[in-house]
């Protein structure tokens, strides 16, 4: 089956550090840029980070330039997303999602990160 | 606030039309980049509705159609059904950063 799944998400005080990982199955990991996108509770869709096929181009949103890092291991198909002085406002839903010519093809089912303390 | 801008809400019958508006500016839209539109029903993740300005993805009905000018584009839904109560986000690119509109809620009365 075609799927992201992520993991890594949960409770964390404010200046915390949490890592939230996304598995790919089903597709060839390797051939394609991905995305990471939040959701706060009740709130639109925010685009945080991207990561080319390669790791050959990063970019970040200004909200997480700096505390956030992403990466990937194509040899595992697994993408990962370091975050650190995490802040009330990081609270929300995080989702991988799949890219092909800008477009968003491919999302997992998110994993929920709440910072408070 | 979004870079993309969208009504908060709209609202139709079972067998109605409705339409989306998605509003950007010449740096994402008008630049050229394409809009593409996604479905979030209550409770789970985001799905891609419409990509390209208009095409769909297998699965999608051809109820749902996008079109693109200037720098708006729209998502109409013909034919509405109980099913499409959903958030619906557009989505294009600009300089670097991929942006969302903020998000319509359809209400099917």
């Known amino acids: 089956e075609v799927q992201l799944v992520e993991s890594g998400g949960g409770l964390v005080q404010p200046g915390g550090s949490l890592r939230l990982s996304c598995a790919a199955s089903g597709f060839t990991f390797s051939s394609y840029s991905i995305n990471w996108v939040r959701q706060a509770p009740g709130k639109g869709l925010e685009w945080i980070s991207h990561i080319t096929s390669h790791s050959d181009t990063i970019y970040y949103a200004d909200s997480v330039k700096g505390r956030f890092t992403i990466s990937r291991d194509n040899a595992k198909s697994s993408l990962s997303l370091q975050m650190h002085s995490l802040r009330d406002e990081d609270t929300a839903v995080y989702y991988c999602a799949r890219e092909y010519y800008t477009r968003m093809d491919l999302w997992g089912q998110g994993t929920t990160v709440t910072v408070s303390s | 606030q979004s870079v993309l801008t969208q009504p908060p809400s709209v609202s139709g019958a079972p067998g109605q039309r409705v339409t989306i508006s998605c509003t950007g500016s010449s740096s994402n839209i008008g630049a050229g980049y394409d809009v593409h539109w996604y479905q979030q029903l209550p409770g789970t993740a985001p799905k891609l509705l419409i990509y390209g300005n208009n095409n769909r993805p297998s699965g999608v009905p051809d109820r749902f159609s996008g079109s693109k000018s200037g720098t708006s584009a729209s998502l109409a839904i013909t034919g509405l059904q109980v099913e499409d109560e959903a958030d619906y986000f557009c989505?294009?690119?600009?300089?670097?950063?991929?942006?969302f509109g903020g998000g319509t809620k359809l209400t099917v009365l």
């Open positions: 989505q294009s690119f600009d300089s670097r950063v991929w942006v």
